[in-house]
């Protein structure tokens, strides 16, 4: 119930303070906006780049995933967490 009436009030004080300040927080969203976008499109680059760089590598021939090396891989882990297990 705390935690509600506390939020209530939150809310209230915050839409008082929109409305008193509201050119100071246009001003803070427009010098916001600009880093945000900058910084986001940069990473969707790089992850686009990445993505297409591993879409190259599959068309040539090379092989994305070896099942049989993976079967191994977690066969080894099982038996490495058992003997983990027997220590404890």
Not at 25 to 39: D, N, W
Not at 53 to 76: M, R, T
């Amino acid at each position: 119930m705390k935690t509600l009436i506390g939020g209530a009030i939150a809310v209230l004080l915050g839409v008082v303070g929109l409305a008193v300040f509201f050119s100071e927080f246009v001003a803070l969203l427009a010098g916001c906006i600009p880093p945000v976008l900058l910084l986001g499109g940069g990473l969707a680059l790089y992850l686009g780049f990445d993505e297409l760089k591993d879409s190259w590598k599959n068309e040539e021939g090379q092989d994305a995933v070896v099942v049989e090396d993976d079967k191994a891989k977690i066969a080894e882990l099982e038996k490495e967490l058992g003997d983990l297990k027997k220590e404890k």
